[in-house]
């Protein structure tokens, strides 16, 4: 598998023609063979030397994707949140209709009994909100025995998450990743333009499963695809700016819910970056040359390469020709039959469950916390950029998988010591908690892009991060346990983080390693005599 390119930008800086080997590294160490210099991937993105203006561009593109990712995820906390400012109508107060100062008309028990009763819809007949656009629980009437709906649409989201990882994940490694990009992010501003304009649950939640689908897609592969274009040692830095992005856009959404009280503009306002990123990514995504070379399309890789080296004002090596060691055959039937591959798969999806488990406990059980509602989520979202930071500078200092580790254990700590009941220390391990899981996030995700071989990286990414979605499902209600038990859900959770802490040893470190292309390349990871790829 080769092709010699006749690009201009092929043409190479004699110095480096005459000293291919310059600065100590001998081009067998590079993986090209001196009778006829044959290249990967990794090798020709080293040989640019550093993060150029292609990669720049693209850390933007997909930076604003993940700020859009994070507001699609907190939408509901402030198209759904709590309207208490209402009254009892006449015919209320005469069926005892009765107003309680911090509830809401169906969290009193003498409501939900007229209700009961009179077999009617309270809202706008037994009392009434004096502005009904401050909420969907305001807007669209439902009966009190209904309003589990109410709360049902965060969970649907990640419902939708949960199928959209796979299978955006799966398409990506069928159809290639600009693609996949461009038709998920499209799912996510057609959803986000008929939400505002329709006073119906059902629709309300239809609209937010496909969010969470679309989200599943666009979020994973935008991180794919900055970490393909990333030379081997800035992997780290540019995987790790995926995730500051994210943790401002959760800070951020306070802004928009304070700046936009009315749910439906509020709606509008999240549709419109959406929908302005659309056409820029039709024009400036690109598609990843790892993919191309997976599907055998060298000549578009070497293209693609080329557009990089023009781009960053660059050479390509002169005559370059691409190989990779593509295993062809490669799929989920493949990683069940190799057994160190499973294993790490299992052990990979454990991560991404407890990470988010930790992550949206801690998130949804917040809404306790005293104080203003747009103050409470500008700090839980700020308080995870300390994590990000820690796990950047400590993955290149121990590796991805220490750095996994020590993280899971300290934040496993701060949800057991959150079950003593006093107001201070809880609101101290909430913060210190949000900073690890932020963390947690930032490693999982460059971990599981490093580990995969090309041909399954988005399909096991995309499964990993479906087993977080779950872990995304169940927390809500772990939340509401908490209510019941203030104690025994801390406890239980942070024994199964140990848990996955102690599984993550029998997993491979992959910092400074090359991408795996084939299931062979995958199983040099345990070689101990592999520790670091000579171009790092």
């Not at 015919?91 to 209700?115: D, S, Y």
């Not at 839980?380 to 300390?386: K, Y």
């Not at 942070?494 to 599984?503: I, R």
Request: glycine share 8%; hydrophobic share 45%.
């Amino acid at each position: 598998m080769s092709v010699v390119s006749e690009n201009k930008a092929n043409k190479v800086a004699p110095r480096a023609a005459e000293n291919p080997g310059e600065n100590g590294t001998e081009l067998s160490e590079l993986g090209i063979q001196h009778s006829n210099p044959k290249y990967k991937i990794d090798n020709v993105l080293q040989h640019f030397g550093t993060i150029g203006r292609f990669q720049v561009v693209l850390i933007i593109l997909m930076s604003t994707i993940a700020a859009l990712a994070a507001w699609r995820i907190l939408f509901d906390l402030f198209a759904a949140k709590n309207n208490f400012d209402w009254t009892c109508t006449e015919l209320g107060l005469k069926h005892n209709c009765t107003f309680v100062e911090g509830k809401m008309p169906c969290e009193v028990e003498q409501n939900r009994a007229i209700e009961d009763k009179l077999d009617g819809v309270g809202n706008g007949l037994y009392w009434e909100f004096n502005n009904t656009g401050f909420s969907i629980k305001s807007d669209i009437p439902l009966p009190c025995k209904e309003h589990a709906k109410f709360t049902f649409t965060s969970s649907i989201f990640f419902i939708g998450a949960f199928f959209g990882v796979a299978g955006f994940g799966r398409l990506s490694d069928m159809i290639g990743r600009r693609k996949t990009l461009l038709i998920s992010v499209g799912l996510s501003v057609a959803q986000a333009w008929i939400i505002p304009f329709f006073k119906n649950i059902y629709v309300y939640l239809a609209c937010r499963c496909l969010d969470g689908a679309a989200f599943g897609g666009y979020f994973l592969i935008s991180f794919v695809l900055e970490v393909e274009y990333a030379p081997p040692k800035y992997r780290n830095t540019i995987g790790t700016s995926l995730h500051f992005i994210t943790s401002i856009g959760m800070a951020s959404i306070a802004l928009w819910g304070y700046l936009f009280q009315d749910w439906r503009m509020y709606a509008i306002a999240l549709a419109v970056p959406s929908s302005i990123m659309l056409p820029i990514l039709f024009f400036f995504a690109p598609e990843s040359p790892r993919y191309c070379l997976s599907k055998g399309d060298d000549k578009q890789a070497l293209s693609l390469l080329s557009k990089v080296a023009q781009v960053n004002k660059q050479e390509m090596p002169v005559n370059c020709e691409l190989y990779e060691d593509v295993d062809t055959a490669a799929s989920l039937v493949d990683v069940l039959k190799n057994p160190r591959l499973l294993r790490c798969g299992i052990i990979n999806m454990f991560g991404w469950f407890m990470t988010s488990l930790v992550y949206y406990m801690l998130w949804f059980s917040a809404k306790n916390l005293a104080g203003s509602i747009y103050i409470n989520a500008l700090i839980l979202g700020l308080a995870e950029l300390p994590g990000r930071i820690f796990a950047f500078i400590v993955m290149e200092k121990l590796g991805r998988k220490a750095t996994f580790m020590a993280s899971l254990a300290l934040a496993s700590a701060c949800v057991m010591v959150s079950a003593y009941d006093n107001k201070t220390s809880r609101k101290v391990m909430y913060g210190f908690g949000k900073a690890l899981s932020g963390s947690l996030w930032a490693v999982i995700y460059l971990y599981s892009s490093e580990m995969y071989p090309t041909k399954i990286r988005s399909l096991g990414s995309g499964i990993g991060s479906a087993s977080a979605r779950v872990a995304a499902l169940l927390a809500p209600f772990i939340s509401d346990a908490l209510t019941l038990s203030p104690v025994i859900p801390y406890i239980a959770v942070g024994v199964v983080g140990f848990l996955c802490t102690a599984a993550f040893i029998l997993v491979p470190e992959t910092g400074g390693k090359a991408l795996p292309q084939t299931l062979a390349e995958f199983d040099n990871l345990f070689e101990k005599k592999e520790t670091k790829d000579p171009r790092v």
